[in-house]
């Protein structure tokens, strides 16, 4: 019996010898993973503290900076507005705010709370019977820390793409305002023998000016002559005016003539009693036949078969021309047959006249 005793005695020294260092060792493992988590969440705190609370509000700053002229430095650029960079309407200047505010966990005790708790204060369970991490307080405090890293990551990524746009921009602006120092230097040669070329012309109209000077005199005597000539033009206008009265004789003969129904072959009496100017426009056109139908006006149709409408189609040509600012003729035409009903006239189109196709709208017009 006293050996079973001091057997048991024995066996439980041992026992406690072995609780004993389980509790030294237990204690050390403590302490180290209380000074873990202690590191843990103060380095994290410190790393939440590196983040932007919110992202900066990026407003269009375009208004506020004037922007880069990209046209060319030419006289046809001189006097409008030149084009201009867009590159203030991209740039985010709210990214060059250093003070911004940092980001700090609200509640620092719930990188503590590793599990979900229940209402008794104790770990809820899943159906393997592990402790419940997803949505505890330290899940969600460190989800929030990442979704700052990542914001924190995309700006700085948003940076750089401005950042090399701004180098861009730069080395743009330095190109041009090379380019425009260079030509400023070949402007300033470009001065100076310009002045060199007054020079010239200021001697030049020194020289020019004595010459004036001997000039006047010749011009005394030049008012003699002119007083000879003056004469003898006031005879050729008084010449001239008896031709003209002798014209306008001939014109009333070829009126007469074509009103008693000759139709004449020659220039003279085909075009006698019509004007110059604009008679009417193409409304219908075959270019592949060189026919054309033109509306006249109703002054064109009187001067071809008169006010009754009872006279002889003359035999008239004219020309025809495009309806722009230019005018530039395309062909001519010479008359055919006339409805007088609709004032218009079937016309051919001289091929060996032909300058251009002829279009709907040309105007047709008679050159005297």
Not at 93 to 108: H, L, R, V
Not at 165 to 185: I, M
Request: aromatic share 6%; charged share 30%; proline share 2%.
């Amino acid at each position: 019996m006293n050996i079973l005793l001091r057997i048991l005695v024995i066996l439980t020294l041992m026992l406690n010898g072995v609780s004993l260092w389980f509790a030294m060792a237990s204690y050390a493992k403590k302490n180290l993973l209380i000074d873990r988590n202690t590191a843990f969440r103060d380095f994290t705190e410190s790393i939440a503290r590196t983040f932007e609370a919110d992202e900066p509000e990026i407003t269009n700053v375009a208004g506020d900076h004037e922007a880069r002229d990209i046209s060319d430095v030419t006289l046809a650029t001189a006097d409008i507005t030149p084009d201009t960079s867009d590159f203030w309407e991209t740039y985010k200047q709210a990214y060059e705010k250093i003070d911004a505010k940092s980001y700090a966990i609200p509640n620092p005790s719930d990188l503590d709370e590793v599990y979900v708790l229940n209402a008794e204060g104790k770990p809820e369970r899943d159906y393997q019977g592990n402790p419940v991490t997803e949505g505890a307080p330290m899940a969600t405090a460190l989800e929030e820390i990442l979704k700052k890293a990542t914001a924190q990551r995309t700006r700085m990524n948003n940076i750089r793409d401005q950042l090399t746009k701004l180098r861009e921009e730069y080395e743009e602006t330095v190109a041009d305002l090379n380019k425009v120092k260079k030509q400023g230097r070949e402007s300033l040669k470009t001065i100076q023998a310009k002045e060199e070329q007054i020079a010239q012309l200021e001697s030049e109209k020194a020289r020019l000016e004595g010459e004036i000077v001997e000039l006047k005199d010749q011009i005394s005597t030049l008012e003699n002559d002119k007083q000879a000539l003056q004469a003898d033009l006031d005879k050729a206008t008084e010449e001239l005016e008896t031709l003209r009265a002798e014209n306008e004789k001939l014109k009333k003969v070829i009126e007469e003539f074509a009103k008693n129904g000759a139709t004449g072959s020659g220039p003279a009496a085909a075009t006698a009693n019509m004007v110059a100017g604009v008679k009417g426009t193409v409304v219908r056109v075959n270019n592949e036949y060189n026919y054309c139908l033109v509306k006249l006006s109703d002054e064109a149709l009187k001067e071809l078969i008169g006010e009754e409408g009872d006279r002889k189609l003359p035999e008239v040509e004219y020309f025809l021309r495009r309806a722009s600012n230019d005018h530039t003729i395309v062909g001519k035409i010479r008359l055919r047959s006339v409805t007088k009903e609709i004032g218009t006239i079937v016309c051919d189109i001289l091929a060996d006249w032909k300058q251009d196709e002829i279009k709907q709208g040309d105007e047709v017009f008679f050159l005297d």
